[in-house]
């Protein structure tokens, strides 16, 4: 918004880099200052909070009464910010958000049925998958649309799959590429669904990958950038960075109250939207593998879940004490705290491998 209104004014608006900085600042300081009373006021609306699992560690039985659907805060700060300081011409801009707020509500109303009815079961998963897969097609049609009529974009760009570590490849996946991004876009925002266990587990993580493609955007939307580090050009994705920056502004006010011990939880609102934001993002800048490592932590996750999940339908055992895997350390004895932070710390080094394939061409 202050681009169209003052970008002829002020040529500083004109910088992508500034922009996203603002929008870092912005999104943290809605949380800072609206934070607690958003907090009470879900607190007496939502009574008894989240549920807890019953068959959980003995130490999450304390965390009851503990109002979710902090996402909705999250949620509001980063599009606030993204309207202030993005771009609205950009076409791009627009796909993140409408896969960011499109996630929103089907986690929202998971999170509704499951306050509401203080139970874990929240909406029917058929009618969740289906509207996940239902807004991923719609986001990945319009993204191959956008690359596939840019100038100067090579052949069939739109529906063609770019490896790390090479630098000339382009593998055109045809109408497969629809099903691929589908994949990594609800693939993601499930993985970080799952990782959303543990009071500031998933956050920080979170922000880590909002942060590492913040750069990579805007390197890959850069054509100077692009050419010296030899990966693919893609015309006008640099201005989502804002939407990152913004991520990860969001996610520094939300952990001020999401830290141990927590006083709100972020929900499926939250964690299925923002996955589904770092998902859309891979697509459109054409890193779906850089994500993998990246976002390594939540793959390891989601991996846990259905190693877990497979091992006791054929064997009837299990592999792991609890899944998603942080309950399983929990139950090895480790404290909250030492599996978060731990976790964290993976979620860094993940992060800074998949910098590295930047310029390992």
């Known amino acids: 918004m202050l681009y169209e209104l003052l970008g002829d004014q002020l040529n500083i608006l004109s910088y992508i880099t500034f922009r996203t900085a603002g929008a870092v600042v912005t999104a943290a300081l809605i949380l800072f200052i609206f934070g607690k009373p958003m907090i009470g006021w879900m607190r007496v609306k939502q009574g008894k909070g989240q549920p ?4 959980g560690p003995e130490s999450h039985f304390a965390k009851r009464g503990t109002p979710t659907m902090g996402g909705v805060m999250i949620l509001g700060a980063v599009l606030i910010s993204s309207l202030i300081w993005g771009d609205l011409r950009n076409p791009y801009l627009w796909i993140l958000i409408g896969v960011t707020i499109g996630y929103g509500l089907i986690g929202f ?189 939540f793959v390891m996750e989601a991996l846990s879940v259905i190693i877990q999940v497979v091992s006791f339908k054929l064997t009837g055992k299990r592999v792991f004490r609890m899944a998603p895997i942080h309950h399983h350390f929990e139950k090895k004895g480790w404290a909250e705290p030492t599996v978060v932070i731990r976790f964290w710390i993976i979620a860094t080094i993940l992060a800074l491998v998949g910098l590295t394939t930047l310029k390992l061409r």
């Open 52 to 55: 807890i699992r019953s068959d």
């Open 109 to 297: 109303i998971d999170d509704y049925r499951k306050v509401t009815k203080q139970g874990t079961d929240g909406l029917s998963s058929k009618i969740r998958l289906a509207a996940e897969f239902g807004i991923a097609f719609a986001a990945v049609v319009a993204i191959s649309h956008l690359q596939n009529t840019a100038p100067g974009a090579p052949e069939n760009f739109g529906t063609s799959l770019a490896l790390p570590f090479f630098k000339d490849i382009l593998i055109n996946l045809s109408w497969f590429s629809f099903i691929f991004g589908m994949l990594v876009i609800v693939g993601a925002g499930n993985a970080v669904n799952l990782t959303d266990g543990l009071d500031g587990l998933a956050i920080m993580p979170v922000m880590i990958a909002a942060a590492t493609f913040g750069l990579i955007v805007y390197l890959v939307g850069n054509f100077k950038f692009a050419d010296y580090l030899q990966v693919h050009f893609v015309r006008n994705v640099g201005d989502t960075a804002i939407i990152l920056g913004a991520v990860v502004g969001a996610g520094l006010g939300f952990l001020w109250w999401n830290a141990p011990p927590a006083q709100i939880f972020m929900g499926d609102t939250g964690s299925l939207a923002l996955g589904g934001l770092l998902g859309v993002t891979a697509v459109a800048t054409k890193h779906e593998f850089v994500l993998a490592i990246v976002g390594g932590l």
